[in-house]
């Protein structure tokens, strides 16, 4: 009996991750991918062969749009896979199922899709193989019976425009009118983000329906509110997003810091970890992690719970630490975690092996060109840590200039008064640091 095709999209060979650490894609193949199609019922298919010089040939499109399900591995973000990807998404609206390795973040234009993840050894090979191809099987199993009986649409671009592929001149028209509607609302977003929050409520509330705004202009509320500590704000506004942008990586991401800073800290850690269940382990989805833990360790002190607080400011180290691992080119969950080892009683050893690799870190993202605030804050702190006085100047100086909202220099100056109440209880001298604290609180108010 003919088995249906199943079309594998993936790197192949031997491939480099963010970090720069191989991954063996023929070995997942192999041990993973094969197996799972073939356990499934369908014949696996891959596109090893099929591309030569980086040009696609009629028999890959043939295969990408004709074969009745594919599997797409979307580890390292290949341009290949992605653009085969596109491909599928644009004709066929079911029966594609993804998978990525842990440790890598998902591009935004993907968060929301329904991928899942695998794990990998140090040598870059499968591990947990058993567990994670019963998962690809069900998966797949799945996507079978369903193309049989109840299709189910997993490619966005049929979820997500009305009538495609079929689209009328009429809604090319609407489709113009509401790219320039979006262009005037951010426009008056922008304007009364510097009005606060009630202005920025005044304006959603002329908006219309939230799920018949184009997703920037979304977006682009949701960040404002931020922006105006406009927390419980940003959580109605997730409730009423479409579901697939409530979804995505970032929103959710940025709905936990809004639940944590409402006090709502079970909620914030429950979201973070299924984030980190469902996509595997990112910088910032742990350096959220971390904050939370970080925000119930100083609660604990005030409360006199010296128990706790020693608990979770451990949970908080190893969350900004596990953070730092996923990408150390991030140097956000890096300075946080070398921050609390120096407040830790007695202070981590292990922050004297992490300093350098944290300021190696956010050196080169300056060296790029593109720097921004908490680069600055970072070499600020990082300064401050190594008790060098002119350095920790220079860096005041940058991030007082780059700041973009007055929550960003709260927050440092925040971090730098645990480090101060650290120091103050060895009964060392902290006047200067005690003046660079009340510099970025001057900041925060202006």
Not at 130 to 154: C, F, G, W, Y
Not at 310 to 330: H, P, S, V
Request: hydrophobic share 45%.
């Amino acid at each position: 009996m003919t088995l249906p095709l199943c079309f594998v999209l993936m790197p192949f060979g031997k491939k480099p991750d963010a970090m720069g650490n191989l991954i063996d894609f023929d070995a997942v193949y192999h041990q993973l991918i094969g197996p799972a199609i073939a356990q499934a019922g369908l014949e696996p298919l891959r596109a090893d062969e099929e591309m030569t010089g980086g040009i696609i040939h009629k028999p890959m499109y043939e295969r990408l749009i004709l074969c009745e399900y594919a599997v797409a591995d979307l580890t390292t973000a290949n341009a290949n896979v992605f653009y085969e990807l596109g491909l599928r998404h644009a004709v066929r609206p079911w029966s594609t199922v993804l998978l990525f390795a842990e440790g890598g973040r998902l591009p935004f234009d993907v968060g929301p899709l329904r991928a899942m993840p695998y794990r990998l050894t140090a040598e870059g090979t499968p591990t947990d193989v058993e567990a994670t191809m019963a998962a690809l099987v069900s998966r797949l199993t799945e996507a079978h019976k369903a193309a049989q009986e109840n299709p189910a649409i997993d490619s966005p671009v049929f979820q997500l425009v009305e009538g495609y592929p079929d689209i009328d001149h009429a809604k090319t028209d609407v489709f113009r009118d509401r790219a320039r509607y979006s262009a005037e609302i951010k426009a008056r977003l922008a304007e009364a983000r510097t009005r606060g929050a009630e202005a920025l409520r005044a304006l959603a509330k002329n908006l219309g329906e939230i799920k018949d705004l184009e997703s920037g202009v979304i977006i682009d509320l949701f960040l404002s509110y931020r922006d105006v500590k406009a927390w419980q704000d940003m959580v109605d506004l997730v409730n009423e997003m479409p579901r697939p942008l409530a979804a995505t990586v970032m929103v959710q991401e940025q709905l936990a810091f809004a639940l944590n800073r409402l006090g709502r800290s079970e909620e914030a850690e429950r979201t973070l970890v299924e984030l980190l269940e469902r996509r595997g382990p990112s910088t910032e989805t742990l350096g959220l992690l971390g904050r939370v833990y970080k925000d119930r360790w100083e609660k604990a002190v005030k409360q006199g719970d010296k128990f706790r607080a020693r608990g979770e400011l451990n949970k908080a180290i190893d969350a900004y630490l596990r953070g730092f691992e996923a990408d150390w080119r991030d140097a956000y969950p890096g300075i946080n975690a070398v921050t609390l080892m120096e407040i830790k009683e007695p202070p981590d050893p292990r922050r004297n092996d992490l300093i350098p690799v944290v300021t190696y870190a956010v050196e080169r993202r300056i060296a790029s060109g593109k720097p921004d605030y908490w680069d600055h804050a970072t070499l600020l702190e990082l300064a401050v840590l190594a008790k060098n006085e002119e350095k920790a100047g220079d860096a005041l100086g940058a991030a007082l200039a780059s700041v973009r909202a007055p929550w960003e220099p709260e927050t440092t100056a925040r971090n730098l008064r645990l480090i101060r109440e650290a120091r103050e209880a060895r009964r060392e001298d902290v006047t200067w640091l005690l003046e660079i604290e009340q510099a970025l609180e001057g900041q925060s108010k202006a």
